[in-house]
């Protein structure tokens, strides 16, 4: 399908729904931004506290996974007050392409595998022998224990390290009628799409014939069971996956 003239909904939190939107546009389509969470790093004096104490000790760790781009952006405000130089030793992984590219560019010599989800994460030959390994995984408060649960049960002693909080965002009837026209819906995770159904609920909206693009499989079968008629798995949640997959839809 030719996204040039089409309107699309875009869903993902910023800063990445500005980034999504300009991409979108340059093809000639029009992109509605409509953040489903916001993201706010943590201000708990406490917490705080215990965060610095836990990058203080990041170099005991084996492996240390950031679970998205924002994870990232918050850890490198922390790392470069406690670690002018990066401890060796540590092998630094993004979740996807994107956040590994992030970190990068950020100095961190992170690595990762093919594949964008904490799925394809789990299928990497690198974290298969765990036994005894210290994993530490940077992401946001109230996080999947997908990716915990499953390194623990390889052996790996497993700590989390919680650098921002996701809120959903509250939108108005007339907010949401701006979308009303819209040919396609862009979800980037489980909670965006549960925060979406519950903005539509609450405004009476039904968008359900709408054409929803899900990031994994795990995203698409929740669509299905929440009644979406046309979903269509994406290889990933970055722009560039969510394109191949409109590519390959029919014209609507």
């Not at 950031?66 to 092998?91: H, Q, T, Y």
């Not at 929740?222 to 191949?244: E, F």
């Amino acid at each position: 399908m030719q996204i040039s003239g089409k309107t699309i909904v875009i869903t993902r939190p910023e800063p990445e729904n500005q980034h999504s939107c300009a991409f979108f546009k340059t093809l000639g389509a029009n992109p509605i931004p409509l953040p489903m969470m916001a993201i706010c790093p943590i201000s708990d004096t406490q917490k705080c506290a215990s965060i610095q104490s836990q990058f203080f000790d990041i170099d005991l760790y084996d492996f240390v996974i950031f679970v998205s781009k924002n994870a990232v952006r918050e850890a490198i405000k922390w790392l470069d007050r406690c670690w002018p130089m990066l401890p060796e030793g540590v092998v630094w992984v993004g979740i996807g392409k994107g956040t590994t590219q992030l970190l990068q560019e950020e100095g961190i010599p992170a690595t990762t595998n093919s594949g964008q989800t904490t799925e394809d994460l789990l299928r990497w030959s690198a974290l298969r022998q765990l036994e005894n390994k210290k994993v530490l995984i940077i992401r946001g408060e109230g996080g999947r224990p997908t990716l915990g649960d499953s390194l623990e049960q390889r052996g790996a002693k497993v700590n989390y390290l919680n650098l921002y909080e996701r809120t959903s965002l509250d939108y108005s009837k007339s907010q949401l009628s701006q979308a009303d026209s819209a040919n396609l819906i862009l979800i980037t995770s489980g909670e965006g799409l549960e925060n979406l159904q519950a903005s539509l609920a609450k405004n009476v909206k039904m968008w359900c014939d709408k054409t929803i693009i899900a990031p994994s499989q795990r995203v698409a079968e929740m669509a299905i069971r929440h009644g979406w008629q046309s979903v269509v798995q994406a290889p990933g949640a970055d722009d560039n996956s969510i394109l191949q997959a409109i590519d390959c839809l029919q014209d609507i």
